[in-house]
C-alpha cells in the first residue's frame, strides 16, 4: 500500500510539472530555466524557457511551412522549381513540432553563443511590468518578457522570430499564388 501511495505522489508530481513547462512565474525563475536550458544544452528546455511570443511565432512558421510544402507537393508540376521549393519548406514542415525543429536547429548554434554569457547569477532590473533585463557578470543584459498567460521568459529572439513569422506568412501567399497559377495552366493545357 505504502508502494502505491508514493507511486501516485510521484506520478501526481510528474504530471503537474510536465503541465507545467512553460510557466516561469518570475523573471528570476525565467532567467534560471533559460540559464540552465543553456549549461545543460538542452534545446528543448531552451525552447521552453522562451517567451510566449517568441514560442508563439516559431509555431506560427512552422506551421506556415508545413501548409507551403503541402501545396508544392500537391500542385507544383515536377521540375527544378518544385524541388527547390521541397527542399525549401521540408525540415520545418517535417518535424514533428516546432519545439523539436528549434532543438534541432536553431539551439546548438544559440546554445554555443550564450554558454558564457549565463556562467553565473545575473542582477534582475525592471523596465516595466513586462519586461525585465537580467544583468550577467559581464555586462551582457539579456531581455525576459512576460506573456499574456502572466509566464516570463527570455525574449532575445522575439524581434528575429517575429520578421521571420512575416517571411513565412508571405512565401505561404506566393505559394498560394503560383499554385493557382499552375492549376489555370493545366487547366489551359487540357482544353
Same mark, same amino acid.
Request: glycine residues 6%; neutral net charge; hydrophobic residues 35%.
Given at each position: 500500500?505504502?508502494?502505491?501511495?508514493?507511486?501516485?505522489?510521484?506520478?501526481?508530481?510528474?504530471?503537474?510539472?510536465?503541465?507545467?513547462?512553460?510557466?516561469?512565474?518570475?523573471?528570476?525563475?525565467?532567467?534560471?530555466?533559460?540559464?540552465?536550458?543553456?549549461?545543460?544544452?538542452?534545446?528543448?528546455?531552451?525552447?521552453?524557457?522562451?517567451?510566449?511570443?517568441?514560442?508563439?511565432?516559431?509555431?506560427?512558421?512552422?506551421?506556415?511551412?508545413?501548409?507551403?510544402?503541402?501545396?508544392? @507537393?500537391?500542385?507544383?508540376?515536377? &521540375? #527544378?522549381?518544385?524541388?527547390?521549393? $521541397?527542399?525549401?519548406? *521540408?525540415? %520545418? /514542415?517535417?518535424?514533428?513540432?516546432?519545439?523539436?525543429?528549434?532543438?534541432?536547429?536553431?539551439?546548438?548554434?544559440?546554445?554555443?553563443? @550564450?554558454?558564457?554569457?549565463?556562467? &553565473? #547569477?545575473?542582477?534582475?532590473?525592471? $523596465?516595466?511590468?513586462? *519586461?525585465? %533585463? /537580467?544583468?550577467?557578470?559581464?555586462?551582457?543584459?539579456?531581455?525576459?518578457?512576460?506573456?499574456?498567460?502572466?509566464?516570463?521568459?527570455?525574449?532575445?529572439?522575439?524581434?528575429?522570430?517575429?520578421?521571420?513569422?512575416?517571411?513565412?506568412?508571405?512565401?505561404?501567399?506566393?505559394?498560394?499564388?503560383?499554385?493557382?497559377?499552375?492549376?489555370?495552366?493545366?487547366?489551359?493545357?487540357?482544353?
Amino acid at each position: 500500500m505504502r508502494e502505491t501511495l508514493l507511486a501516485t505522489v510521484l506520478l501526481a508530481s510528474a504530471v503537474t510539472v510536465a503541465g507545467c513547462r512553460h510557466k516561469s512565474k518570475t523573471p528570476e525563475e525565467a532567467y534560471q530555466r533559460f540559464a540552465g536550458a543553456v549549461r545543460a544544452q538542452d534545446g528543448a528546455a531552451l525552447f521552453d524557457a522562451l517567451d510566449q511570443s517568441t514560442r508563439w511565432d516559431l509555431m506560427t512558421i512552422q506551421k506556415a511551412h508545413r501548409e507551403a510544402y503541402d501545396i508544392v @507537393l500537391s500542385n507544383y508540376p515536377e &521540375g #527544378p522549381e518544385r524541388q527547390r521549393e $521541397k527542399r525549401r519548406y *521540408e525540415p %520545418e /514542415a517535417t518535424a514533428p513540432s516546432a519545439r523539436e525543429f528549434f532543438k534541432n536547429q536553431t539551439a546548438p548554434g544559440l546554445i554555443s553563443t @550564450l554558454k558564457a554569457v549565463v556562467a &553565473g #547569477p545575473a542582477k534582475i532590473e525592471r $523596465k516595466d511590468d513586462n *519586461e525585465v %533585463e /537580467a544583468v550577467v557578470a559581464s555586462g551582457d543584459r539579456l531581455p525576459f518578457a512576460r506573456g499574456q498567460d502572466g509566464s516570463w521568459g527570455y525574449a532575445g529572439l522575439q524581434k528575429q522570430t517575429t520578421e521571420d513569422k512575416n517571411r513565412a506568412y508571405h512565401d505561404l501567399d506566393v505559394v498560394r499564388a503560383s499554385a493557382a497559377d499552375y492549376e489555370r495552366a493545366a487547366a489551359r493545357a487540357a482544353k
